[in-house]
Structure formats: structure tokens, C-alpha cells
């Protein structure tokens, strides 16, 4: 298996993922210029990552990266404990920082720069971080009493970390949010985690 990356983009979640799973597999760390490139556009013809080669084969999309990796590797448990209650509880905290939170970030990487209005960009930056906000206290009374977002660790962990980490870098409030920030250091400990941050460059 070979994993595109960008550092610190979404597809540090799958490269997680594939610490924690302990298959083989190789990371090719690749730019924003570089996604760009015909080359890298034959790979994913968005110019985006995650990209996961497994042989011949390619597959795109983080969230389709991801439950790949669980239905190949059932023995990492990272999709619930076999009930099909909590692999829908992993699919529907995965399912909102892949559709909500995700998207949320938009403005604030530039998305209404075309606007080419200052005040109506700075307001699209405004609401993004206040949308964001509820996001943000949803997932911390999730964590109430938990290490893990659903309570055992799954995929849903590592991408709710990596969004987190995008909203301490563009200024999204978490004050008060204790339970998101006991889940944030627990994950910036785990072994896995640190290896795939050492791996992009990240710590």
C-alpha cells in the first residue's frame, strides 16, 4: 500500500490509521504544487489527497480511505466492537467531520478570497468560526467521559484530531471545551500518532 499525504492535511488521519493498523505500507509526503501536476493528476485527477494505491489500484476520498482500511484489517477493531449499533455510531461521528466539520474550514483557507472584499471575507471568516464553535462543543459533550469519540478507539479519532488542529492554527474559540482538550492530548501521546507527525514533518 502507498498513502499520498500532504502534512497536517485530512490524510493525516488515514496515515494514523495505517500506524495504528501496523500493515506495511509506504507514505509519499507530496506539495501543493505537486498535487497540481499532471503526474499526480493521473493519481487523483482532484489535484487532492488522501490517495491509497494498492497495486494497480487507487482509491480517493478520505472517508472511503478509511472504512477500506477497517473492512481490510477487522482485527484493528477501529470500527466498533462487531454490533452494527456502534459501527453506526463510528459512521456517524465520521460522517459529520467528514460532511460538516470538514467544509466548515472552507473560508478560512481561502474559499471567499475571491469575494475580493475585505469586511465580507473577514465576515465568511466570522460565521466559519462561529459554525465551527457548535461543531466543536458537540464533539466535546460526545467525549464527556471518554478517551475515545465513541468510546473505543476507532477512525473517527484521528480525523477529529487533525480538524482540531486546524482550529487551534485559524483561531476557532475552544475555551471551555475541557473534554476536547483531554482528547487532544491523549491522541498528541499516542505512538501512532506521533509516528505519522514525525513522518510529514509535523514534530
Excluded at 500493515?23 to 482532484?46: C, G, L, M
Excluded at 487532492?48 to 494505491?53: G, T
Excluded at 481490510?72 to 467528514?98: I, K, M, Q, Y
Excluded at 461543531?135 to 478517551?147: C, P, S, T, V, W
Aim: proline share 4%; net charge negative; glycine share 6%.
Amino acid at each position: 500500500m502507498k498513502l499520498y499525504t500532504s502534512p497536517g492535511a485530512c490524510s493525516l488521519a488515514d496515515h494514523i490509521v495505517l500506524k495504528w493498523i501496523g500493515a506495511p505500507f509506504e507514505a509519499q509526503i507530496v506539495t501543493r504544487e505537486q498535487r497540481a501536476s499532471p503526474e499526480y493528476r493521473a493519481i487523483n485527477p482532484a489535484g487532492a489527497v488522501p490517495a491509497l494505491q494498492v497495486g494497480d489500484w487507487t482509491l480517493t476520498q478520505n472517508s472511503a480511505i478509511l472504512h477500506y482500511l477497517t473492512d481490510r484489517f477487522p482485527e484493528a477493531g477501529l470500527c466498533g466492537d462487531g454490533s452494527h449499533e456502534s459501527r453506526a455510531e463510528v459512521n456517524r461521528w465520521l460522517a459529520t467531520v467528514n460532511a460538516d466539520v470538514h467544509p466548515a474550514f472552507k473560508p478560512l483557507f481561502g474559499a471567499t478570497a475571491y469575494l475580493e472584499d475585505e469586511q465580507a471575507i473577514a465576515k465568511s471568516h466570522d460565521n466559519a468560526r462561529k459554525q465551527l464553535r457548535t461543531y466543536f462543543e458537540r464533539i466535546d459533550a460526545q467525549l464527556a467521559g471518554k478517551d475515545w469519540v465513541t468510546g473505543s478507539r476507532s477512525i473517527a479519532d484521528p480525523y477529529w484530531f487533525v480538524v482540531t488542529q486546524w482550529a487551534k492554527k485559524v483561531g476557532v474559540d475552544l475555551s471551555g471545551l475541557d473534554n476536547l482538550a483531554r482528547f487532544d492530548a491523549h491522541m498528541a501521546a499516542d505512538s501512532g500518532v506521533q509516528a505519522a507527525q514525525r513522518a510529514e514533518g509535523l514534530i
